[in-house]
């Protein structure tokens, strides 16, 4: 078996966390490639090293002095050496990149040595082996993720390597000069490692024990969710629920590598797997629940629209016209709404609706704001009768006004849209007729 496994910055944010990690990877010697993030916070008042690093750098960019914010990092690592009781001195390292900084080598290089400066210690730490992932993650001229260098450089760097230490969060472009994936990458490194090796599992080590079925904020003490598909992840992640970076699945998803979200400060817990497919029921009818507020609909309403051929298209027409993408588009006979982002569309509303005007002569337009979205999302779903029935008696017992509903082709997700007002109570009924009532 072979695993590779990524931690992140509260799992490696101080020596006592270092240990934790420690521990989890030597209990188990298939743990063989471990991708670590930067130091994170180490309670609520904490700084993350990657925000004190942006920080820094911003203030070498104007040439100001910025060696207070850069004591703070060093203090950062160094606490972990003498936490661990470490030989390994990172005194060199700072010089040099205190130097790139005055020397302007850019916000990415300096965002990026975070991950560097801990991957040396974590190796240091573990005895394993560190690759810089500057030598084995690449990207093209154009700034994207150049894939089939990157797997065939890494596949050949690690097979002679039995453990690694590969940081997270950068790679290097064509003339060698430093850049990172969007906040939050390291988990696409382990993914990209991971799909690198041909892992058996990638282990996601961070600080909550998976998937909640619904927003801890809104349902006290969710239930977990032990097994999503990557496709139900994709789902409730367009919706707003976070754990995991949304391009982490894909390099992994190809090559059908389970990934097991984990608990590093309670490592007993079995987290929640994300795998491609699985004969496994849920444990609920649905997955999970996820939404997002600020919305706005712009329904249209014109006689006979049903019969008048490129209606559709001419509407839409006016929304591309305008750069502004929809999220989605019920309709009736007359009727067709579409739905858009609030913040979006809001500036340009009057140009898109004279040009839905011009170009389809309707018989009304009339746009409703502050609304939500909610997906819910289950493979269970295409299999037991009732569900959207039992979702809208569920949020008529609640007092909530359903003003929109979406059923996906795939019967993998039921969307319904409500008065931002209602956002909380309507997940609230969906998640007690669905899991209080079935536990
Ligand atoms: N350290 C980087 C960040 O804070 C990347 C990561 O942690 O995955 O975004």
């Known amino acids: 078996m072979k695993k590779v496994v990524k931690f992140g910055g509260s799992s490696l944010a101080g020596a006592k966390q270092f240990e934790k990690a420690g521990e989890i990877i030597c209990s188990d010697k298939d743990r063989r490639y471990v991708i670590p993030s930067a130091p994170g916070k180490r309670d609520d008042k904490d700084n993350k090293v990657t925000d004190l690093l942006y920080k820094a750098y911003a203030l070498a960019e104007e040439d ?203 490592p007993e817990d079995k987290g929640s797997w994300i795998v491609q497919s699985t004969g496994q029921k849920s444990r609920f009818t649905i997955t999970g629940i996820a939404g997002k507020k600020g919305f706005c609909s712009v329904n249209i309403e014109k006689d006979k629209m049903n019969s008048e051929v490129g209606f559709g298209r001419k509407v839409l027409q006016a929304f591309e016209d305008n750069e502004i993408s929809f999220e989605h588009m019920p309709s009736g006979i007359d009727t067709m709404t579409i739905i858009v982002h609030q913040d979006e569309f809001i500036e340009k509303e009057q140009s898109v609706v004279s040009e839905i005007n011009r170009l389809t002569h309707p018989d009304s337009i009339d746009i409703e704001a502050d609304l939500a979205l909610i997906a819910v999302v289950g493979r269970g779903m295409k299999s037991s009768k009732g569900t959207s029935g039992r979702i809208f008696s569920a949020l008529a017992h609640a007092n909530v006004n359903v003003k929109m509903i979406d059923q996906g082709s795939s019967e993998l997700n039921i969307i319904i849209g409500v008065k931002n007002e209602d956002f909380e109570n309507a997940i609230r009924a969906i998640y007690n007729i669905f899991v209080v009532a079935q536990l």
């Open 64 to 266: 100001k002095d910025f060696s207070e914010v850069f004591s703070e990092i060093e203090e950062r690592y160094n606490s972990i050496i003498m936490g661990l009781g470490l030989e390994i001195r990172l005194d060199k390292e700072f010089s040099e990149i205190k130097e790139n900084f005055k020397n302007k080598k850019g916000r990415d290089y300096a965002a990026s040595r975070g991950e560097y400066l801990n991957g040396m210690l974590l190796a240091d730490y573990l005895k394993f082996t560190f690759v810089d992932a500057a030598e084995v993650i690449f990207f093209t001229e154009e700034g994207v993720f150049d894939s089939q260098k990157t797997y065939k450089v890494m596949h050949d760097r690690l097979e002679n390597i039995e453990y690694a230490v590969v940081p997270g969060f950068y790679g290097s472009n064509p003339d060698g000069s430093i850049r990172t994936f969007s906040r939050g990458g390291s988990d696409v490194t382990g993914s990209i490692v991971a799909r690198s090796v041909k892992a058996d599992v990638y282990e996601n080590w961070t600080d909550v024990s998976g998937f909640f079925v619904a927003d801890p904020r809104i349902i006290v003490d969710p239930e977990n969710i032990e097994m999503i598909t990557y496709t139900e992840l994709r789902e409730l992640a367009y919706m707003g629920a976070s754990v995991l970076h949304e391009d982490a699945i894909f390099p992994v998803r190809r090559e059908g590598i389970p990934i097991n979200i984990r608990n590093t400060n309670k």
